[in-house]
C-alpha cells in the first residue's frame, strides 16, 4: 500500500543482468490508474567494440533490454554526460551496478536524491564484489541492502531495507547473483511504493548497521589459481563455483632452450567435483599436494588437495585446446617434454 502519494520520475542507471532483474521488478509501479513511477529512463554506458580484431559491437545487458521492451534509453559514460541529465529534471535515480559514481551535482538537484541496491547485508562487503566474497569466504547467510546513494562515496548511504538470504550449499555465482537481484528488486519496489526514500517526513527512518564493516574488493586474476598447499578440495570447489575455470601449473621442458631446461606451463581446470571414491591404487600414486593421475575408468583427472581430492573432466594445457582427461594424460610428453605428474602453485607478480 502506498502510504503517501509520489509521483516519481526515476532516472535508472545500470548494465548488468542484476541491475535488469531488479529493473524488472519496479516496472509495474508505471502501470495501472495510479503509477507510483510516472516517467522512467534507462541510463547506461555506450556499447564496447571488441572480439577478435575488435569488429564487434558489445552491448550491456540492461540496454538490450531496454530496446527489446520500448523503454527509452539514454547513454551516460562520464560525469559530464550524467550532469547533463539534470535538464530532464528526474526526482530520484535508482543506480544498480552502474560502476560509476553518481555525481553530487546530479544527486543534488534531485528532489528525493538516489538510491542504490546493494547485495550484502551492508556495511559488510561494502565495495564492488559482494557476491564473490560472500561464495569464497564460505559465507551462510547473505542478503540485500537498499542504501540511499551518497554524495561521494561508494556503500556509505543510509541504509533504507535489508533482508537476509541463506546461501546453499552449492550455490554458484549465477545462482547467488540472480536470486539475489530479485530480492533487492521486491525490496527496492517496496521502498518505492511505501515511500521509504523521503527524508522530508517524520516517518523517514534508517537503519543501524548490524554488521561490522568489511570491504569487498574487486576479484584479481590470480585468484583463480590453485595452491595446493593451502587449498583444500572444498576450498578449490568453492573458487570454481565463484570464479569459474582454475589455474594451475605444471613443469615442462623448453623446447627452444638448451635440453632438460624446466620451465612452468598454465594448465586450465574445468568441470570441477570433489570426490572420495579414491581406489587404493589410485591413492598410492596421489602422495604430494597437486600429484595428478587419471582415474581408473579413464573418465577424471584425479588431483590431491590440502585436505582431500577433486576431478577435473576437461583440461586445457598452455597452446593446446581443452581436452578430455585421457587426451590430456596420454599426450602429457607432447605437451610438456616430460610424464611429471604434478601441478604446482607459481607466485604471480
Known sequence: MVLTRRILKVGFFGSDNFSVNC????????????PVISSLDIITRSPKVGGRGMKSIRDVPIATFAQENNLNLLRADKKSDIIELIQNDYNIAIAVSYGKLIP???????QFGGLNVHPSILPKYSGPAPLHRALLNGDKITGCTIQTLHPTTFDKGDILLQQ?????????????????????????????KNGLFDSTVETYKTISPVEEFSYAGKVLKNES????????SVEILRKYQTLGPLFTFKNAIHKKKKANTPVSKRVVL??????????????ENLQQNGDFIISDDLSSILMKTKAGYIKSDKLKA????EENPEKFFNGLRKKFGNEENSFHFTQLQ
Open 23 to 34: 529493473l524488472k521488478k519496479i516496472l509495474p509501479l508505471t502501470k495501472g490508474d495510479n
Open 104 to 110: 553530487n551535482a546530479f544527486l543534488s538537484t534531485l
Open 164 to 192: 537476509e538470504y541463506k546461501i546453499e550449499e552449492n550455490t554458484d555465482l549465477t545462482k547467488l547473483s540472480k536470486d539475489l537481484s530479485y530480492l533487492g528488486g521486491d525490496l527496492l519496489a517496496a521502498t518505492l
Open 225 to 232: 589459481q590453485i595452491n595446493w598447499d593451502e587449498d583444500s
Open 270 to 283: 574445468s568441470d570441477i567435483k570433489i570426490t572420495s571414491d579414491i581406489t587404493p591404487t589410485e591413492s
Open 318 to 321: 598452455e597452446s593446446f585446446g
